[in-house]
């Protein structure tokens, strides 16, 4: 016999904020605890137009790449791959859409890589703008506008956990642990050793290479490489990584591939670009747009259309919308951050049980409210996030796919709901390879296996094995002079997944409105890797000009110093380091980073001039 869950409500005062949500009037949700809203957060990707063109010539008379003008052919491309994706009225924003800078310096690329990041991003939050746009006019008849996107935030985002601090903490600050949520449960990333079972390593193969990743839970991978769970005594970094290289080194990628898969883990193979266009899976995702938009089968046009709220806040598209996530990490919750910028009501759900990655929750968090809940073992939890489901718009899956099937929250299972209560939802599903769904890899359906060529649709992956497979990573490794892969800086990929995914949440809540029925909307890692290599690299002269900014002659110690088997830790720390020599308007200009005030945080008061930190 289960007890009658609490009394559950939506509208947190009936209020939707202007800025993060805090904690007023959450106890009717949750005696538990509760993660609130980080310090720092994007509210849009909007600023003024630049008042002149920057100037293109280097020094040495060359024409220098224009960011700007490479985020306005990816815009294009992206909208020409996607079109059977998005409805005409928000294809007509994509003529208002212009390319801007905060500090008059975002005609330049600012990462110390050959890949187009900053355009790739730019075109998919321009679109996300476009869909915004057309939700308001929907909504309120408002009249076109400009839609601007800011390169110089662009690029803060694609690093943004790098970038948050609080109270002037970053990432690296070992003060930090003591003001967040210590969510590391089995010490995967607070042990090296440990940390060490996610990365890239040469195989029995020389010049072969293969991504091990132990996830949030390292037992499993070390132990099946022969290695202790525990390592006490290892604690230098360069040991640890020959100790672990040599173990990998015992095998073939395939002899890899064929433990992992026994063992239920991530890890992939790197692969070079052409390499993995000739594979079954590669040859299939490149027939599937970045993301789709499909009408869920179980409910297809049997409820009506849902007009969107009133609102009287007209540049917030999505108030009153209600949005449960249910993600870890960065790519899924990046996309429940931004919904939650465009206004809508976001109700975090984790567990007390699953671990994280502790210092992400300041940063992709922001907007939000949390939750935990165990809809495994507790009928009373899962008694109430069916109180919570029932009057929620959209569920964000941020798991393996299939994981919250088996829990009963397919798409079908939404689907069942929603003609219950003659109001449709919208499904987004993120994950790492892409292909999940049936119906080419795209559809509405509730399938996790592999499906026809996708081959890995059901493996579990995160962004460095995105990374890997498509290779972007060896393009970076040869961008910094070496005959091997190098994972890129900063977890970029994740981030544009996460665009990818509130773009196609906002087309799917506009179909919803203007259509009908219950909507899936699908993106991957994987999806937004082959966008982005399909752009193709920068050219030559500009990697060339980029070693030299980025100081390729600065020696071992230096960001071109790095090689395959160095962590994403080290390589975001010498990136950083080099690209504040580099770039430092995107460190030290005024209006790229927002502030809030977060009691969830530990904030305290400043009494000197009444501020808060």
């Known amino acids: 016999m289960t007890s ?4 559950l409500t939506w509208a947190w005062n009936g209020e939707v904020e202007k800025g993060p949500l805090y904690g007023e009037g959450l106890e009717q949700l949750s005696q538990q605890n509760i993660l609130l809203s980080a310090l720092r957060y994007w509210q849009r990707l909007a600023a003024t137009k630049m008042d002149r063109e920057p100037d293109t010539q280097s020094p040495r008379g060359q024409i220098r790449h224009s960011v700007a003008a490479g985020s306005r052919d990816a815009l294009q491309k992206l909208s020409a791959c996607c079109r059977g994706e998005l409805p005409k ?87 930090i642990k003591d003001r967040i949520p210590d969510t590391d449960l089995n010490r995967a990333q607070s042990v090296l050793y440990r940390r060490m079972s996610a990365n890239l390593y040469e195989t029995k193969i020389p010049g072969e290479y293969y991504h091990i990743h132990g996830s949030l839970d390292a037992d499993v991978t070390l132990e099946m490489l022969g290695l202790p769970k525990e390592n006490p005594s290892m604690t230098d970094y360069r040991t640890i990584i020959d100790y672990i290289e040599s173990a990998v080194k015992q095998h073939t ?5 064929a433990v992992n898969l026994a063992h239920h883990q991530a890890g992939i193979q790197a692969l070079t670009w052409p390499q993995f266009q000739a594979t ?19 409910d297809a046009h049997a409820t009506p259309p849902v007009p969107f709220p009133p609102s009287t806040t007209p540049d917030r598209a999505l108030a009153g919308i209600k949005v449960l996530e249910l993600c870890r990490i960065i790519a899924g919750p990046t996309i429940g951050r931004s919904l939650a910028a465009h206004g809508a009501q976001v109700l975090k759900i984790t567990s007390p ?19 935990h809940l165990d809809l495994r073992g507790s009928a009373r939890d899962r008694a109430t996030f069916a109180a919570l489901l029932a009057d929620a718009d ?31 939802f919208v499904y987004v599903a993120e994950d790492c390879f892409g292909g999940s769904g049936g119906s080419g890899g795209g559809g509405g359906g509730d399938e996790a296996e592999a499906v026809g060529a996708f081959e890995w649709a059901s493996r579990p992956g995160w962004q460095q094995i995105a990374d890997c497979v498509t290779g972007v990573a060896w393009a970076q490794g040869e961008f910094m002079g070496l005959d091997e892969p ?22 799917g809540l506009y179909r919803r409105a203007t259509e009908g029925g219950s909507w899936v909307c699908r993106t991957s890692l994987c999806q937004y890797d082959v966008f982005l290599m399909g752009l193709g690299l920068l050219p030559e002269a500009e990697q060339e000009r980029l070693r030299r900014q980025f100081g390729a002659g600065d020696g071992a110690a230096g960001f071109f110093g790095l090689r395959h088997s160095d962590s994403v830790d080290e390589v975001g720390r010498r990136a950083l380091a080099s690209m504040r020599g580099a770039v430092p308007h995107l460190f030290e200009a005024e209006g790229i980073m927002q502030e809030a005030w977060s009691e969830g945080f530990k904030g305290v008061e400043v009494a000197e001039g009444g501020g808060r930190d």
Not at 353 to 371: M, R, T
Not at 394 to 418: E, H, K
Request: proline share 10%; with cysteine; charged share 20%.
């Open 89 to 175: 009225p928000i294809l007509a924003f994509t003529e208002a859409v212009e390319v801007t800078s905060t500090s008059a310096q975002g005609d330049a690329v600012h990462f110390p890589t050959p890949l187009r990041e900053q355009e790739a991003t730019a075109a998919i939050k321009a679109l996300e703008a476009c869909a915004a746009a057309a939700i308001a006019q929907l909504r309120d008849g408002a009249k076109p506008g400009a839609v601007r996107v800011d390169i110089d935030k662009v690029s803060a985002f694609l690093m943004s956990a790098y970038l948050t601090t609080l109270d002037g903490m970053g990432k690296a600050d070992p003060s």
């Open 4 to 7: 009658t869950p609490p009394s």
């Open 280 to 298: 079954p899976h590669g040859k299939a995702l490149l027939d599937l747009p970045p993301f789709t938009v499909r009408p869920n089968p179980s």
């Open 353 to 371: 049980h699953l671990p994280d990655v502790p210092f992400f929750q300041l940063d992709v968090n922001a907007g939000k409210h949390a939750l």
């Open 253 to 257: 990628a395939a002899e890899l591939d």
């Open 486 to 507: 190098v994972v890129p800086p900063f977890p970029m990929s994740d981030y544009g997944t996460g665009a990818l995914g509130s773009l196609a949440a906002l087309v």
């Open 394 to 424: 959209v569920l964000i899956d941020g798991y393996r796919p299939g994981a919250l099937a088996r829990l009963g929250y397919s798409p079908s299972t939404l689907a069942a709901l929603a003609r219950r209560r003659g109001r449709g």
